[in-house]
Structures are given as structure tokens and as C-alpha cells.
């Protein structure tokens, strides 16, 4: 499961892809390598963060330096007298598609988790505040970052403890912590 921190850090990835595609549109000859490189930062964030998809965008990549080479995959089908360079514009466009469909199927479990809990983090500080924790979370040990003594407040109390649970469930402690302290921020 992707940390709220990888997750956005994809996603930033892929809201990269909008100025690409016009690149595409806009026949810029910077289009392959731009999607080269991109697609070197996709790998390399998927690697880093032990998903198989790296393998998939790392092969793509070797498609676009493949079909520059003079050797575009099988299955592609062109216009007739087509040239290389546009061979390799087409394989470049293909390949940051099926790019964005790998990283989309990596991340979309992880997202709609992390909103759940997003929603959760946001409920449970709506009735921590209404009971008063958040201010004797907010009174307690300076030392000890707010969120680490909202959550132990949270789950100290006996109505909020359940959904406390909940959202270290959904997301696991340090992202609910995260989440708690986006939380914070949005309702002050």
C-alpha cells in the first residue's frame, strides 16, 4: 500500500502529462525525449516505491528508443510512407498513454482509501472538537507534535476511540497522522 506522501508524488507525475500531450499536438520535435525523461521519473518513482509497474513504463520507454532506432513494435499500424520520426512520435504518444493507464492502476486503490480517510480524519476532529479534545490535545506535551497527541487523545476517548481505529485502519498510523494534521488545518 502507497503512502499518502508516494501517492501525491505520482500524481504530480501525471499531472505532467497534459503539457506533453501538447507538445505532441503542437509537433514540437522535444516530444520523445520529453516523454523519454518522463517516463524515467515514472520508472524510477514506481521503483522506488516497489511497485511492479516500473517494469511496465521501463518498457515502454525502450519501445519510443526501439521505434527511433528503426525497429517500432509489430503491432503498431501507420500511415503508409510514414517516416521514422513520425513512427517514433506515434510510439512516443502510445507509449505515455499506456504509461498513464500503468501508474492510474498502480494508484487508484490507494486514492480512494486515503479520501475515505480523508473524510474520516475530518468527521472525528468535527466531533473531537465539539467534545473538547482537540483543545486538550492542543494544551498537552509542546515536545510531541499536535497530531501524535490528537491521535492518542482520540483514541483515549471512548466515543472517538472506533473511529480513531477506523482511520489508522484505513491508512495505517503515520498517514493518519498526516491526514489528521491536513485535517487540522482545513477546519481552523
Partial sequence: MLRVVQLEELEALLLEAPELIGRYEQRTP???????????????????????????????????????RGSPPADLVTAAG?????IAA??????LQRAIAAVRAEIDGTRARSNDAHLVARAVLA?????????AAKAGNP??????????????????????????????RADALVLLDRALGEVE
Avoid: C, Y
Wanted: hydrophobic share 55%; charged share 20%.
Fill in 127 to 135: 466531533v473531537a472538537r465539539a467534545k473538547s479534545v482537540v483543545n
Fill in 30 to 68: 522535444q516530444f520523445r525525449g520529453a516523454v523519454r525523461d518522463w517516463l524515467d521519473r515514472v520508472a524510477a518513482a514506481l521503483r522506488s516505491n516497489r511497485l511492479a509497474g516500473a517494469a511496465t513504463v521501463a518498457a515502454l520507454r525502450g519501445d519510443i528508443i526501439a521505434a527511433e
Fill in 90 to 95: 506515434t510510439v512516443a504518444m502510445r507509449s
Fill in 82 to 86: 510514414a517516416s521514422r520520426r513520425q
Fill in 143 to 172: 515536545s510531541i507534535p499536535l497530531p501524535a497527541r490528537l491521535l492518542v487523545a482520540l483514541e483515549s476517548d471512548a466515543e472517538l476511540k472506533p473511529m480513531a481505529a477506523h482511520l489508522v485502519g484505513l491508512v495505517g
